[in-house]
Structure formats: structure tokens, C-alpha cells
């Protein structure tokens, strides 16, 4: 299993540098695009035919979903590169709506998609089976509604990749994340919390206490926000947590 980073940034683009989006590669079956923020649609067009993946999201805000509308017009319009077949799509129950209004042209107009993408809602703790991996989500805290943590273990190998999704410290996390081999976690609030907004977020060492906590092999810290010091957040987190520690950045290729 191999991960790619299409973009990192934390609650919006910066230059160079996508809304959250991270493509995990499988070796003998279809890859996987989890969440797909802004600008992340041109990175993925970089690594492989964005028609040749499935799709998740953790939750539905814009930073971790506006792209899918593009990746929608790519699936099925792009004369040489379409879908030629349906892929597996999940995420929170009311994505097909939430996406049907994104791409409709009017505010009474509904796109439906079932055509290209074949939807299932997220049902917590549930495994669900992508090719040679299965993904269970865990909700988290996030003030979107149904907001998820994702555990993906690749079935031949046993390796687990979790992605925190949005979050605040919350003990959901910390069972998404139990041995994971590489633990791809939020840092949005940079190297502290104090007087950030509750329920929301994580800083770099709320992250590390996470990954001390499940016992993860390797922290990779993302989706911390431009104006955030990132060496700083790692620095928080290597407070907390003795592992290897790695800042996420557009482009990296990590093998889990």
C-alpha cells in the first residue's frame, strides 16, 4: 500500500499546495482518493487517470470536498480518459445530496450521479470492502455533520493506514488509529490549541498524544493551516510522541 499526499493544507488552499486529498495506491486492485479539497482534481491528474479510483470522504466541508464536481465533469466528459465503468463511492448519508446541489444550475436542480460512481453511506465501525483493502470509519469530532475518522487495512499485507479526517482529541480517534503503521493526522491548530475554537481541530501535540495513545508506528502531520508554524507543531508533537514524525507535503509518496 502506498500513499500519496495530493494536497495537505489546512482549511484551505495555500500556493503549491491543494485542500486536503491523499491517494492510496493498492497493488493488485483499483486506488482509493480519500476527500478531495480544492485544487487537489489537478494533482491527482498528475498521478494517475482520476476515472481509475474510488472515493471517500471523512466529511463534507468545502476543504475536503469541492473538487469532486470537477472530478465528476472528468469521469464523464473527457474524451479519452472517461469512466468506462462505475466506481465504489462513500461518505456521510447525505452526500448525494450535498453533491447533486454543488453540480446542479440552479437552486432547485439536483444532479444525480449513480450513473458513474455507485454511493454507500458510512455506517460507524462498519468495514467496508474496496478492492484489497477494507476502510471502517470512526466519528470523530468535527462540527460537520457525520465526520469521520478512516481505517484502511490492506487485506494481503495487513497494513493500516488511518486518516483522521477533521478532528479534535477524542477517544475514537485514538481506536482508529490503534497500531496503524502510518497515522495521517490533522494539525490544524499548529503547535497549540489555547484559545482556538473547541471541538474542532488538533494541534501538533494533541496529535503526538494521539499517536502515543494508539501506538502507531509513524505520525504524519498534515492539514495545518498556512499562517502555522509547521516545525514548530512538530516540535509540539515530539513532545508527546517518541515515533517518527514526518510534516506531510503536496506530492510526498510514502509506503505504509
Known sequence: MQLTILGCSGSLAAPGNPGSSYLVTLADSTSIVMDLGPGSLAALEGAQNPSDAHVVFSHLHAD???DFISLLIWRQYHPEMAARSRNLMFGPTYAPEHFGRMGGNGP??????????????WVP???ELLG???????PVLHPAQESYALRVEESNTGKVLTYSGDTAYTQELVDAARGADVFLCEAAWGPSSEGMAPDMHMSGGEAGRVAREAGVNT???????PWA???ETAAAAAKEFDGDIIVGYPGQVLDV
Request: with cysteine; hydrophobic share 40%.
Open 64 to 66: 475536503h470536498c469541492s
Open 108 to 121: 432547485s436542480d439536483i444532479i444525480d450521479f449513480s450513473d458513474t460512481l455507485a454511493f454507500g453511506p
Open 125 to 127: 465501525h462498519q468495514k
Open 132 to 138: 484489497s483493502a477494507t476502510i471502517t470509519p470512526f
Open 219 to 225: 505520525l504524519v502531520l498534515v492539514h495545518i493551516q
Open 229 to 231: 508554524d509547521k516545525e
